[in-house]
């Protein structure tokens, strides 16, 4: 078929352009069209469009690229590696259903219960909350070393009604907590059931029992 400028299809006696080819060959569809199994790149039968009953499959060997907003009603699966300059997740979740989780863990993962709010939940129970300046952490917290430095107040221990406030533990003989200034250090803890005194890791000159008192 040999048209001079372009060509229409139509059906319905005319009254529905069902294809249409201008001059240059591009083709537009004026309804549904309906493909068999696939759609496929010119010359490139890995680069397609896989359709199988209630999916739709995209493959590029090379990659896929999504060039604008993408909007899914349904879950995403992806099999390979995702790389985005930015992800953005809806407000809200909560420590059952976070916003970000592992498919098959689904309430382990990062939910915003507020604005300017970000949390953690672990087994359906909230770990880890950060907002503004402050993090709150929900239950025990275990880590090798921990370094803070600011300006003012460093931390703040709060428990209640509880009367141990914090607890630190060593596993050799004397435990003790080191006060550093510009000039020097003293360290103060226990050992055994004493208190003790000790300026720069010396000899204790202070020891308090249960009983009595000890100057060094």
Avoid: C, W
């Avoid at 790389?83 to 259903?97: E, P, Q, V």
């Avoid at 300046?133 to 430095?149: E, H, I, Q, R």
């Amino acid at each position: 078929i040999v048209a001079a400028v372009g060509m229409t299809l139509q059906v319905d006696a005319g009254s529905v352009n069902a294809i249409t080819i201008d001059n240059v060959g591009t083709v537009t569809f004026g309804y549904y069209t309906y493909f068999p199994n696939y759609l496929f790149h010119e010359g490139d039968t890995d680069t397609r469009i896989q359709f199988t009953t209630g999916t739709i499959t995209l493959r590029g060997d090379s990659g896929i690229t999504l060039d604008g907003p993408v909007t899914a009603n349904e879950t995403i699966s992806i099999t390979g590696n995702l790389t985005a300059s930015r992800l953005f997740s809806g407000d809200g979740g909560n420590k059952t259903n976070p916003m970000i989780a592992n498919g098959s863990d689904q309430d382990t993962g990062i939910f915003f219960p507020a604005a300017n709010t970000m949390a953690f939940t672990a087994g359906d129970t909230e770990a880890l909350r950060f907002a503004g300046a402050n993090s709150t952490f929900a239950g025990d917290v275990t880590m090798a070393k921990l370094t803070a430095t600011k300006s003012g107040t460093v931390a703040v221990f709060n428990s209640g009604t509880t009367n141990v406030v914090a607890s630190f533990t060593s596993t050799d003989g004397t435990g003790v907590i080191q006060l550093v200034d510009s000039g020097g250090n003293v360290e103060i803890g226990a050992s055994g059931n004493n208190f003790v005194v000790s300026p720069a890791g010396g000899v204790a000159q202070l020891t308090v029992g249960s009983s009595s008192s000890t100057f060094a």
